[in-house]
Structures are given as structure tokens and as C-alpha cells.
């Protein structure tokens, strides 16, 4: 050990916080060590707008199907997968270069056979890590003859990454007699009882297509769960078709939305087998879900330690007043899958963190239902607290207006109320990522759009966008990542283009703040500046769909730029509306075959009331770009409070900053300024700075100083060999404290696993740009341990 380090441990005051450390069990070790590996995607192969070829791609198998013909066309293993971080990005190659297959869905009724030959509209039902479930509704089924069938159809694909079944379901619109269903999918073959059938009755038939280890078809699991909190046991059923052990979770009456709130369900699991199994876990809460809009479920060990292990956030809340559809309304479906190894007879805690993460509004992202609201696509929410949402993800544009869709900002004055707290607060939204339209004019909408879940919180989330434009010539990338934090509402943007093909464009914008078709709010004025202060102020021009101004310089080590004086559209008056901002972090640029600066533009929209917007664009002179061109960009978006007094949140420096310059451009002046850290790392190594990566150094420690800050920023530490036990210590005088943030205990970290198969652990810090150099330690208590024992022997 480090003799400085050892000699300097003597000072730290410990209040007890590091996580429960000692050697875990066995058997916790090898589910963490075998339950990170598997992941499934699903999207649209041409797009939205394309042919509805609807793929799915996981860690052992893949398929496509034609959704509007009721064609599977391929299907097949997958035998060597790589990693979830990368196959996002892959190409549709890996599943249309699989085999070509056969499916025929099939009724019979007395002696006439009915063939399904098509359908009517596909649902995305739930997506995530773990598991993508749709469903096809309206299917057609004709006879030889071309006589149809007399009832309501519709398929269920159930894709988790070792198993994909489906489920026909038919709800006779007559009765029927000796009537039988059958889903005939290569060489497999399920059919429902020759029955009669009475009209309005449901009938069933569901079929398993693959199992990558049949043996290992939850065989042998046992699972009983118990509520910590109340001590009840809680039900728990298993559901063959789609293969998941369901928790009913209990409504959390204890749920305030100003407190925080952790709801704990103790799981007792066995695998009295003698070979691993798989547990695919679904903890389901249905009707009334407390801090829907920004919950986050998670596993923990017996010590109440996070676990890095993923759980997809799959949920609905929409309804439709007189209207009954299939899966709508409220429900919260918390999905994970677990390898138990045999003899395994241990608990794990399953918890969902509400509101508060230990001391700091909780940050989630999730995939949000459209079922009951319209259009049933791919839809993300991404909220800080559990009050509302701040920013929604549409990556396939399905509602024809931009990636970057409703955005709110966080803790003021609710819509509607004069001084209403803890509830929704008014969209200001509006954003996206890649415009670019061809030189015909014709935008070119991204495609293949796959979504790779990183992170879901609650410290940092951290999801991936990946495809390629419609006409294959620009592959572009987008991470989004939304922090924990009490202020502003903030999202960290990165994203990657990368030119395929010589390309000639009529228009094209890098990023937006304030889309074509998603705008429809107006503020007065524009600032841009860097970190010397204002560079220039200018009305806000509105409206023309056109350029108001193009090639603007982008000078100095943060540009930023602020979008302020906003005109509120509050329909009571009285709640509170908001200014943006943006801020480039990082830029590196080849366009036209040149190394290129940013830029900036503002377009002039007309979505609803004229108003204008934001863009990161190329050099105004530039129309064609060169296949190795790319860019390659952070941003931070800024969602800021208008007024002082719309703002209801603890930090102190915000609200006297609003108090003195409140809807000026000087707020987005300050978070561009002090929030950008100079991070300067003494053992360990820096990997990244927006926001703070760090990997410890071979005795498992990193120290580091920080200059600047703007309110609490995410430090994530990254090849750890210990999921548990890691204490981060901030020097205050010659006294080192650790930082604590807890209310419950070991609930203010997040843990993940890294590709390479080590840990990363993620802490939200209170940096102050006022405080001159800050420094801090991250420590293990091993290392801990084995100093007080030489100070001991001392």
C-alpha cells in the first residue's frame, strides 16, 4: 500500500456510510457474474415510414417480420453476440443474413380452413434490456375461397434474449363449432383443443419457438417474496406464455411525493436443480402506481447493497375516456433476468426509490407505453424526482415531430397553479438530433433505430439512439444522459455522425433546440457567449420557415448560447414557464474533408405560433459532404426557471442567482462557466470530464481535485473489482469526510457493470465553483481496514 495514503488515513472521519463490504456469498457473485450478458433489441428495419419489417436481436437468437403481410422471413441463433454497448449499432445484417423461415397462423372451423394474410396495426407493448413484447391487432384470415373470419385476431410476440413465443388470441364475433387455431412456425407446431366456440369467449393458442437451453426453462426455481415494509407476503404466479415469475407488488401507501421513498420487497429464491436456471423476473404493480412518472426499481443484496444489475422500466399511464384498449392505463412492469446457480437458497431485495434517492431527486429513464394515448411506438420518459417528466425520447419520430420531444422544467411552480409544488410543471419542448434533407429537398429521417439501455438510474441514466439516415449515407449515434441533481432540469447529449457516402444536402442541422415540428412556444432573445462572458444578445427572429441567420462563430473552450425572455402559454397565468439554454462541452468536426469548428444557425419555425430556434449546423457555405466526414459533439442542455420566484427547490445559489439575474442570459452564462469542471486526477486515471469518469488506479484508489462547479454534477468510478464497500471522501481542512447522502441507508450510489466485466460506481457531488480547488478520495473499505490494522499495529 502507498505509505502516503496509509499515513494519511488516520485523519478521515468515518460516519459509517461505506457499503457493506466482507465477502458476499457465492452464489449473489455468479448471478451478478452471469446476469449482465444478455440484452434484446427491437425496431423497425427501414424506419417508421418504411416497410413494416419489424426485427428483433438478442444475445442467442434474431428474427424479422413482415407485420402487414404476416411474414416471418428470418430467423435463426445467434452464436457468437457481441457486446449490448456495440450491437446497438449493428446493422440490419445481423438479423437479414440469418436463414429464411415460415410461419402460418391458421383457424379451422368444422372442415374450412382460414389463413392468416394479413393484419391491421402493430403495438409496442414493452421494450427495454430485457424484454420486447408486441402485439399485431386486426388480423385477417381468409378462407380458400376468400370468405373471411368472423372474429377479432390479434398475435403476441413475447422476445426475451434465451426464449421468443408468441400468442394467438381470437374472440369469435359468432359462435363456431369445431373450432381449432394453430401457430405453425418452421417445424413447430401448436394448436389449441378442437372446441366450439361461443362468441365474445377468448381463445388461445401459444407456442415456445426457441429456448436457447431448454433444460434451463425455469425448471427447479422457487421464488416467494415478502414486503420489508409491512412484512406481508406477496403474490407471486408464474405465466407460461410469456415466461416471466410475476411479484404483484402492493400499492406504496407511504409514498409522499416530498419525502423520499423506498419500497422494499424481499426475495426468497431456490434452485433446488443441479444446473443453473434462468429466473426472468417481472414485479408488476397494476392500477394506482405512486411516482409513475419517475420511479426507479433496482436489486440489492441482503446488506442492502445495489446490485449491478439491470431492470428494464417498462410502464403506461395512458387512458382514453371512453375508449377500452388492450394494455392501456396504469400499470409498472420492473423486468430483469437472473442466471441462479444450483443449489442456489438465498434473498435478494427488489426496491423502487421514489421521488428522493437518498437525499437528491431521483433520476430515471423509461420506456413509456403509448397505449391508450395513440400511435403505440417507441416512447422514453426521463424524469429527475417523480413528479412529472423532463425530457421525452421519440427515436422513429413516429409522431412526425422530432427526437427531442416534451421537456419541463424542474421544481417550480406547477402548470396551471399559482404555487402548486411537487406536480407537472409546463412543456417548454421541443429538440432534436440529425436534420438533414437531401439535395432534393426531402428529409431523410432516421432509420433502424435501436435503443440500447445503459443506465436507467438513479444516479445517472445513460441510453444510446443508434441508426442510419433513410438514404444510407449518414450512420449516426446518440447518448443521453440525465443526471441527479436539485437545481435545473439538464440533459448531457452526445452524439456521433459519421458520413457513409458523398452526400449532397439542401439543409442540415447537427442538433436542435427547438425542432420544425416541435416548437410552438416563443421567447424574444438570443445570447451567445463562451467562457470570457456575452458575446452578443439579438431579438429573436420569428417565423418564415427559413434562415435568419447562418455561420455563426463558435469561439472559445465552452460556447454557449441562451434562448431566454420565453413568452409563457400557461393557460391559467399562473404557472410557471421556462427559459433554455445550451452549452458545447466538447466538438471535433471533418466536413467537407476539413477539420471544422462549430457553428450556428437559427431557423425560423412555425409550429403553431411563429417563433424560431437554435441549430448546431455546418459553415454556411458548405452543401456537400465527403464520405469520412463526421462529427462528434457534447452538449448540455439547460432547462432554467424564468423567475425567482417560480423556483420551490433548496439550492441556494440558484435562487440568488435568479434573484439577481432572472430571464437574462447570465444563469446560462454561470452553468456554462462554473459547471465546467477542471478535474485534475492524481491517482487513477481521467477517461472522461462531462460528465467526470475516472478509472481507480491498480491498488483500487482514485484522488482527484476539482475546480468550478455548478450544483451537484455525477462522478462515476470505473474498474472496480468490488460491487460493495466503496467509500468517496471530500478534504475539508486537514479532515477527510465521506460524503454521505443517505436516508435509508446505502441509497445514494448507483453500480453497474462494465463490458469488460468489472464494476462502476457513480456518485452525485455538491461542487462549488466558489470553493477554489475541492478534493476527494474514492476508497475502498478493505483498504480501510487493512490501514486502521496497521495503525493498530503501530
Known amino acids: 500500500m502507498n505509505p502516503t495514503l496509509i499515513a494519511s488515513l488516520f485523519i478521515y472521519v468515518s460516519l459509517g456510510v461505506a457499503a457493506s463490504g466482507g465477502s458476499a456469498p457465492q452464489g449473489i457473485q455468479e448471478i451478478i457474474l452471469n446476469s449482465n450478458h444478455d440484452y434484446a433489441f427491437m425496431w423497425w428495419a427501414n424506419g417508421w415510414r418504411g416497410d413494416k419489417v419489424r426485427c428483433v436481436q438478442t444475445s442467442s437468437y434474431g428474427m424479422a417480420m413482415d407485420v402487414e403481410k404476416m411474414l416471418v422471413t428470418h430467423f435463426g441463433p445467434i452464436t457468437n453476440p457481441i457486446p449490448y454497448e456495440r450491437a446497438v449499432g449493428q446493422s440490419n445484417d445481423a438479423v437479414m443474413d440469418l436463414p429464411s423461415a415460415a410461419m402460418e397462423l391458421s383457424v379451422v372451423v368444422k372442415d374450412t380452413k382460414y389463413t392468416c394474410r394479413g393484419t391491421g396495426w402493430p403495438r409496442l407493448i414493452e421494450s427495454g434490456r430485457f424484454l420486447q413484447r408486441s402485439d399485431i391487432e386486426g388480423l385477417v384470415f381468409k378462407s380458400g375461397n376468400g370468405d373471411g373470419l368472423q372474429a377479432d385476431c390479434r398475435l403476441e410476440v413475447v422476445a426475451w434474449p434465451d426464449r421468443l413465443s408468441m400468442s394467438l388470441v381470437i374472440t369469435p364475433e359468432k359462435n363456431m363449432q369445431a373450432a381449432q387455431a394453430t401457430i405453425l412456425f418452421n417445424n413447430t407446431r401448436a394448436s389449441s383443443p378442437t372446441a366450439d366456440w361461443q362468441m365474445g369467449s377468448t381463445q388461445t393458442v401459444s407456442a415456445i419457438l426457441f429456448e436457447a437451453d431448454s433444460d434451463r426453462a425455469d425448471q427447479g426455481i422457487s421464488l416467494q417474496a415478502q414486503s420489508v415494509n409491512d412484512n406481508r407476503a406477496v403474490p407471486v404466479t408464474y405465466d407460461q406464455a410469456r415466461g416471466w415469475h410475476e411479484v404483484e407488488l402492493p400499492p406504496d401507501d407511504q409514498a409522499r411525493p416530498d419525502t423520499a421513498s423506498l419500497q422494499r420487497i424481499r426475495l426468497q429464491i431456490r434452485n433446488a436443480s443441479s444446473k443453473p436456471q434462468v429466473l426472468r423476473l417481472n414485479c408488476a404493480m397494476n392500477g394506482l402506481v405512486p411516482g409513475m412518472t419517475g420511479l426507479v426499481p433496482m436489486l440489492r443484496d441482503s446488506n442492502g447493497n445495489p446490485l449491478p444489475i439491470p431492470v428494464q422500466i417498462s410502464k403506461n399511464w395512458h387512458i382514453q375516456a371512453g375508449k377500452t384498449f388492450l394494455y392501456q392505463g396504469s400499470w409498472l412492469h420492473a423486468l430483469t433476468m437472473l442466471s441462479i446457480p444450483a443449489g442456489f437458497d438465498d434473498s435478494l431485495e427488489f426496491c423502487i426509490s421514489r421521488n428522493f434517492w437518498g437525499r437528491l431527486p431521483v433520476a430515471s429513464h423509461a420506456q413509456l407505453c403509448l397505449i391508450g394515448w395513440g400511435t403505440d411506438q417507441l416512447w422514453d420518459e426521463a424524469a429527475i424526482g417523480s413528479w412529472g417528466e423532463s425530457i421525452c425520447y421519440d427515436p422513429d419520430v413516429c409522431l412526425n415531430r422530432s427526437v427531442i420531444d416534451d421537456v419541463r422544467p424542474l421544481m417550480v411552480t406547477q402548470m396551471k397553479t399559482s404555487n402548486g409544488k411537487w406536480g ?76 457513409l457516402k458523398p452526400t449532397s444536402f439542401k439543409r442540415l442541422a447537427f442538433y436542435q433546440v427547438g425542432a420544425d415540428k416541435y416548437n410552438d412556444h416563443q421567447f424574444a432573445t438570443l445570447a451567445r457567449g463562451n467562457e470570457k462572458g456575452l458575446l452578443e444578445e439579438w431579438d429573436a427572429v420569428q417565423g418564415g420557415k427559413k434562415y435568419h441567420r447562418t455561420g455563426i462563430d463558435c469561439p472559445g473552450r465552452m460556447p454557449w448560447f441562451s434562448l431566454h425572455k420565453a413568452v409563457s402559454k400557461d393557460e391559467s397565468g399562473r404557472g410557471a414557464w421556462a427559459n433554455r439554454g445550451l452549452v458545447i462541452r466538447s466538438w471535433k468536426a471533418r466536413l467537407g474533408g476539413k477539420d471544422c469548428p462549430p457553428f450556428a444557425a437559427s431557423y425560423g419555425t412555425e409550429d403553431g405560433p411563429a417563433s424560431c430556434n437554435l441549430e448546431l449546423a455546418p459553415p454556411g457555405d458548405l452543401t456537400a459532404l465527403e464520405p469520412g466526414d463526421f462529427v462528434e459533439a457534447t452538449v448540455e442542455l439547460l432547462v432554467l426557471p424564468q423567475f425567482e420566484r417560480d423556483y420551490y427547490g433548496p439550492n441556494e445559489k440558484l435562487r440568488q442567482d435568479l434573484k439577481t439575474n432572472e430571464n437574462t442570459w447570465k444563469p446560462v452564462f454561470r452553468y456554462a462557466s462554473d459547471g465546467a469542471l477542471a478535474v485534475t486526477v492524481s491517482k487513477g486515471r481521467p477517461l472522461q470530464t462531462c460528465p467526470v469518469l475516472i478509472a481507480v488506479d491498480t491498488a483500487q484508489v482514485a484522488e482527484f481535485t476539482v475546480t468550478g462547479g455548478a450544483g451537484y454534477s455525477p462522478v462515476s468510478f470505473t474498474e472496480l473489482r468490488d460491487y460493495r464497500g466503496w467509500t468517496l471522501y471530500q478534504r475539508r481542512g486537514d479532515t477527510w469526510s465521506a460524503i454521505d447522502q443517505s436516508v435509508f441507508g446505502n441509497d445514494f450510489w448507483q453500480v453497474n457493470k462494465t463490458a469488460e466485466g468489472r464494476f462502476a460506481i457513480t456518485f452525485n457531488v455538491l461542487f462549488d465553483a466558489g470553493a477554489g480547488l475541492q478534493h476527494f478520495r474514492l476508497l475502498s473499505e478493505e483498504i480501510m481496514n487493512g490501514s486502521r490494522k496497521t495503525e493498530r499495529e503501530k
Open 424 to 499: 407537472w410543471s409546463n412543456n417548454v419542448g421541443g429538440g432534436d438530433f440529425l436534420v438533414y434533407f437531401n439535395e432534393n429537398n426531402e428529409k431523410q429521417f432516421l432509420s433502424r433505430m435501436r435503443t440500447a439501455y445503459l443506465s436507467q438510474g438513479p444516479n445517472i441514466t445513460d441510453v444510446i439512439y443508434s441508426g442510419i439516415s433513410a438514404d444510407g449515407n449518414i450512420s449516426a449515434t446518440m447518448r443521453v444522459m440525465t443526471p441527479r441533481c436539485d437545481d435545473i432540469n439538464r440533459a448531457y447529449h452526445t452524439f456521433r455522425y459519421d458520413v
